[in-house]
């Protein structure tokens, strides 16, 4: 069993920043791809950042040059850091990590979601 537990959200105004961290724990052999992403009401849920094991980045257009995606694999956890952050990103932020738990099986997992909310 593994869980993923984020932390960080919260209300800001436009222009501010925030930094979320998400946590895995649990039964942990390695983890390989971590990601953030986002839901807000109405929409579908989308692909904010990823990163790899190695520390390969990847962003959406809508937040690249203004979020940060970066992972501490000693302390099985990644962040995002959000700068000049925007209404439009008003939403639910989850983690997502595809965790291996044994040799031979891996799991992909979801935290609960932390909210984000960009006041104008």
Known sequence: QVQ????GGGLVQAGGSLRLS???SGSIFSINDMAW???APGNQRELVAGITSSGRTNYADSVKGRFTISRDNAKNTVYLQMN???????AVYYCNAEV?????QTS??????????VSS
């Open 37 to 39: 992403y986002r839901q």
């Open 84 to 90: 000049s952050l925007k209404p439009e990103d008003t």
């Open 22 to 24: 998400c946590a895995a």
């Open 4 to 7: 993923l537990v984020e932390s």
């Open 100 to 104: 291996r738990t044994t040799l031979w």
């Open 108 to 117: 992909r997992t979801w935290g609960q979601g932390t909210q984000v909310t």
